[in-house]
């Protein structure tokens, strides 16, 4: 089966950012070279309306100049066009060929680290986009040709080609003092305000809570005093660049009088002619703009490159090692192999030797107390997480290697904290896919909530998300089982799925268990609450990240603890099912 390596995959993806961005930087280039002459057309025409028209007072003269300027001109826009058309198709390309590849590994991020990484990704990748449709992208394309305004200068008069040179290089000095006493503070003030806008978005997830326990204020002064910190940085890098930005503006306007001044002397001393003189304060003008804007342009090329340098690191470090051929949908054995994990910089591993078996049709109930590891290992049965060693196999193959859209259709999952998607209860059931009528219907009537989704305002259209119905506790659930079994996977993860449930839900969900197994899944139960586990055929129970008892359910006993949580214990005698003590 064809693997893509983890650092093979991300230096492919890597390169032909690079490939995109560089070759139609050279395009981009070559055509600056020809726009940069062309832009010559406005000073020479002047240069020869003074020099040859006036003084020659002949109008076919102007007439000419006229047409070949009105040629030059148009010319000019039209490259002009094609070359903001190029920065477009590569800011097209770069975002076609890393949009999904960045998700992915923003995705694979966030599992770990939060979401905020896979927003700030994808801002990442839009800001670089924008960045190269925008204006800042072609300042060094045209300070890299100001020598064709320099040597036309040069050729009018040497005077005029110096004080441009030296006007040039005043500028160069003044644009790197001002990226060295601006970017490192600049730095700091944009990675204040991730942190403080990532600190407020994860908040805002929790707005009920933080409306009901009135922790707002306290909220508002700590995000206050993170803004006030980040606009302190802002500010002080903000007044630095201003004030070099306006020095840098004036030097420009004063070099300008200075050239104007240079040809003046000349033209007294007849040295020029009076249309050098113009001609040569709009060369030199338009020599130095790209250097005025240098400022502002490099800041922006180093804000693109800090972002380029978060998407690539990105890419290297969590673009996982998957398969990328479809597997057909199997029916074998579930292979748990001496699976152990140990979180990411963790020498001390969650789960630790972990190894059984299940075949299709057998339901296993997993029970343990807290922090025993156990929605640790749904997760890792359902390849979220990378073993640290040993490994999960459904029908031979590694869950975790498995190509991703044949295993979804294959697993059915319910974590521990369910969460619904923006969209209708169609698409959530659907797994926000192209929704087939006949296999939503089946699912829900499998998940036993036809009838609930029926009862909503909108049935299967009734939309969720922000501004959308408000499901309960218990319906996010149910909907949430219905999802897992759309399709008729294969092999089913419930972490907690009855956390929500009254009496009425718990008894629908022991019936889509027992549905599953006559369907010939393999479903893994984990539950805090003894009464799902009556439908279990075995029961693993978890200790310490490792397994203390594995077997049939009537081979184990149970106690329950004051809070109903499952601590599931060895005992002699007759076999007991796991049951409620008595307070």
């Not at 003074?50 to 300027?69: C, F, P």
């Not at 903001?84 to 590849?101: C, D, E, H, W, Y």
């Not at 908040?203 to 204020?217: N, W």
């Amino acid at each position: 089966m064809k693997r893509t390596t983890k650092s093979g995959q991300a230096a492919n993806l890597i390169h032909a950012g690079r490939k995109a961005f560089f070759t139609g930087l050279i395009y981009a280039g070559a055509l600056s070279a020809i726009i940069n002459m062309l832009q010559l057309t406005v000073p020479l025409f002047m240069l020869q309306v003074h020099d040859r028209v006036v003084n020659s007072q002949s109008l076919d003269t102007l007439v000419m100049l006229i047409v070949v300027a009105a040629v030059g001109l148009i010319l000019y826009g039209v490259l002009d066009f094609i070359r903001a058309l190029t920065f477009q198709v590569m800011g097209s390309i770069l975002l076609r060929k890393l949009n999904l590849p960045v998700l992915q590994a923003a995705v694979s991020a966030s599992v770990g680290r939060g979401a905020t990484h896979a927003a700030q990704a994808m801002r990442d990748l839009n800001d670089i986009r924008n960045f190269i449709t925008g204006n800042a992208i072609s300042v060094p394309l045209e300070a890299f040709w100001s020598p064709i305004f320099l040597a036309v200068l040069f050729a009018l008069h040497p005077l005029y080609g110096f004080v441009a040179l030296i006007s040039a290089i005043i500028l160069v000095v003044l644009s790197l003092l001002s990226d060295f006493l601006t970017r490192r503070a600049l730095k700091r003030a944009n990675e204040s305000a991730i942190d403080s806008l990532s600190e407020i978005g994860g908040s805002l997830r929790h707005a009920e809570a933080i409306e009901a326990m009135g922790m707002l204020p306290a909220l508002a002064r700590r995000w206050r005093g993170a803004q006030l910190h980040t606009l302190d940085l802002l500010d002080s890098a903000t007044r630095r660049g201003r004030a070099l930005s306006s020095l840098t503006r004036t030097c420009r306007y004063g070099m300008q009088i200075v050239v104007l001044s240079v040809g003046a002397t000349l033209v007294i001393k007849q040295e020029v002619s009076a249309g050098s003189m113009v001609a040569s304060s709009i060369i030199m003008g338009r020599m130095l703009l790209p250097f005025d804007t240098m400022v502002d342009g490099w800041r922006q090329w180093v804000m693109a490159g800090t972002a380029w340098k978060r998407v690539r690191d990105l890419l290297e470090n969590q673009t996982p090692q998957r398969d990328t051929v479809p597997t057909p949908r199997t029916e074998g054995d579930l292979v748990v192999d001496r699976l152990v994990y140990a979180p990411g910089g963790s020498d001390v591993p969650v789960l630790k030797g972990l190894s059984f078996t299940l075949s299709p049709g057998e339901v296993l109930g997993i029970v343990g107390p807290s922090a025993a590891g156990k929605s640790t290992l749904a997760r890792l049965l359902v390849g979220v997480l990378k073993p640290t060693s040993g490994g999960v196999y459904l029908d031979g193959h590694n869950v975790f290697l498995w190509e991703r859209a044949s295993f979804g259709e294959m697993v059915g999952y319910v974590p521990q904290a369910v969460s619904l998607l923006d969209g209708t209860i169609r698409d959530n059931i659907a797994r926000m896919g192209k929704a087939d009528p006949r296999m939503v219907l089946e699912a829900a009537r499998f998940a036993n909530v036809h009838d609930m989704i029926g009862r909503l305002p909108g049935g299967y259209d009734t939309t969720l998300g922000d501004g959308g119905y408000m499901l309960s506790g218990g319906q996010r659930q149910r909907i949430a089982l219905a999802r897992a079994l759309y399709g008729r996977p294969r092999f089913i993860v419930l972490d907690e799925p009855n956390a929500n449930l009254d009496t009425e839900g718990e008894r629908a969900l022991m019936r889509a268990i027992d549905a599953m197994r006559a369907d010939g899944a393999i479903v893994i139960l984990i539950a805090h609450r003894p009464s799902i586990m009556q439908i279990a055929d075995k029961l693993l129970v978890l200790q310490d990240g490792r397994i203390s008892q594995f077997g049939p359910r009537t081979s184990i006993a149970g106690i329950i603890d004051p809070d109903e949580k499952a601590v599931a214990q060895t005992r002699s005698g007759p076999a007991l099912s796991v049951q409620r003590s008595a307070k």
